[in-house]
């Protein structure tokens, strides 16, 4: 018989033509196409790597500007082994000490401090348990520098990454304005305090005589019938008038000197007039109480002076005064006007008063000159006075750029030399 082809032989004969022929063709095909859609992923991906990697690096740029344009740096330590993973670049600026010579041994960070503060710092941080933030006061100086600075550490520990965050702010600008601010509120509470002590003392000042010159007012009335003895108590209340009214002027001066309204007067005055004034002011008084007195004017080449006449004397009737009242009978007062320089039309002056009274304890030397001082309870009442008087000379003298030298020895003298 002849054979014939069946249909499903000749369709087997197609797909075994294509399995042989065409099938590595569809694969090749398929794998071109596979890898051009692997490469597409892969520039994708690598195009996204870039961005985020130039992100990622700006942002470090961002921050490590932003460190460095601070007063602040920033360490990350790794807590296992204290290895430092990240210095900010204002470090070496700030401190003075290389970042690499950091990054091998921590322990640099002592050339910062004083051995004292250094311990100090070790065991707080060791008896730190972690938690929370830990913050030190530290005072500081760049390596190399001698100049001592203030700061603040504050310490935080990452549990994420098992790290300790360091972060150092130097606050030494805001140390010294908060420490000025200190200064300024204590002068101010000491003013205040010294003020209010003023007016305690001169109310009581003021009352002492009052309540004197009332008495002895009700005395004369009680003895209208008896001349004597009314003239007496007028004469006494006349006395402590007197008294009341220097202390009135003297509480003036100081109210003026403290408000800063005391001005001194540019006028031209005769200086050997003003020593003959002082010693025909005194002569009677020293005489009376046999004391040797003398007015002296040395190394003068002029007598006429602008200046303010009447303040002068007034610092110099003070201790004058002083002296006078200090000194007992048989002992010495002098006063020395003194001409020290002539330069530019300006000459400066020594004045000195010198007596050989009872002298000045020496630890009320340095309070001579406070407002109401004196030197125990009872000189006020032997010897009257406002303790008003050093006060408004000191002050007084200050103002014509000048100052006052006490020297004293209980039992010898004083002198004052302005």
């Known amino acids: ?10 369709m087997r004969m197609v797909l075994d033509y294509f399995n042989y022929h065409m ?14 859609f692997c490469l597409g992923l892969y520039l994708r991906e690598r195009v996204r790597a870039k961005r985020l990697e130039a992100s990622v690096s700006g942002e470090r740029r961002f921050y490590d500007a932003f460190a460095a344009n601070r007063r602040d740096f920033f360490l990350l330590v790794r807590q296992s082994d204290l290895h430092i993973l990240y210095v900010s670049p204002n470090f070496k600026g700030m401190t003075g000490i290389d970042r690499e010579r950091l990054c091998s041994d921590i322990e640099a ?19 730190w348990d972690c938690s929370g ?20 550490v504050s310490v935080r520990f990452e549990e994420s990454t098992a790290c300790y965050l360091v972060v150092f702010c130097d606050n030494t600008q805001e140390y010294k304005i908060r420490d000025g601010l200190k200064r300024e509120l204590g002068q101010a509470r000491r003013e205040s305090q010294a003020k ?4 305690s003392k001169m109310s009581h000042e003021i009352r002492t005589p009052m309540n004197g010159i009332l008495g002895m007012l009700s005395l004369a009335k009680a003895h209208v ?42 006028v031209p005055f ?21 004391l040797k007195w003398d007015v002296r004017m040395q190394d003068f080449d002029v007598c006429r002076v602008v200046g303010d006449e009447l303040r002068l004397t007034q610092v110099i009737i003070n201790f004058i005064s002083n002296a006078v009242k200090f000194t007992p009978p048989g002992g010495s007062v002098i006063v020395t006007f003194r001409q020290m320089h002539k330069i530019e039309g300006k000459i400066h002056l020594m004045i000195r008063v010198r007596d050989t009274g009872k002298g000045i304890k020496s630890d009320f030397i340095s309070k001579i000159f406070r407002p109401f001082e004196q030197e125990d309870a009872s000189t006020a009442h032997h010897y009257g006075g406002s303790g008003l008087g050093m006060a408004i000379a000191d002050n007084i003298v200050r103002l014509m750029n000048g100052e006052i030298v006490v020297e004293s020895e209980e039992g010898k003298g004083t002198e004052f030399v302005v």
């Open 196 to 199: 209010t002590d003023f007016l």
């Open 133 to 152: 933030e830990l913050r030190l006061e530290v005072d500081y100086s760049a390596f190399g520098s001698e100049e001592v600075s203030h700061g603040s």
């Open 270 to 290: 005769d200086l050997f007039a003003v020593a003959e004034k002082l010693d025909s002011m005194f002569r009677s008084t020293t005489e009376a109480k046999n």
């Open 23 to 36: 099938m590595p063709l569809l694969i090749l095909l398929a794998a071109l196409v596979f890898s051009v």
């Open 1 to 10: 018989m002849k054979n014939t082809p069946s249909p499903l032989r000749g």
């Open 225 to 266: 019938m008896d001349p004597k003895q009314t003239g007496y108590y007028l004469d006494r209340a006349e006395s402590l008038s007197q008294f009341l009214l220097t202390l009135i002027n003297d509480i003036l001066d100081m109210s003026r000197i403290e408000s800063g309204k005391m001005e001194l007067e540019e």
């Open 109 to 127: 960070l002592k050339l910062m401090v004083s051995p004292k503060t250094a311990r100090r710092v070790i065991r707080e941080l060791k008896e």
